[in-house]
């Protein structure tokens, strides 16, 4: 079986994988974040770069 969680930053998707995985017994697998090159500067300065973050 395979469960997707997606949503936006800040929206609870690791906090619900993990209660899910803990819950079901399952591996959770995170999506890897250290290759969106707008991730730093989005935490810098949200409202500038949030648009950038999310197309990327």
């Known amino acids: ?3 997707a969680i997606v949503g936006n930053i800040g929206a609870g998707k690791t ?3 993990e209660l899910l995985s803990k819950q079901l017994g399952y ?3 995170f999506e ?3 290759n969106n090159p707008y991730l730093e500067d989005f935490y810098s300065d949200m409202k500038r770069w949030s648009f950038n973050l ?3």
């Open 1 to 3: 079986m395979h469960i």
């Open 15 to 17: 906090t619900l994988t």
């Open 27 to 29: 591996d959770p697998l």
């Open 32 to 34: 890897g974040e250290d």
């Open 54 to 56: 999310q197309i990327y």
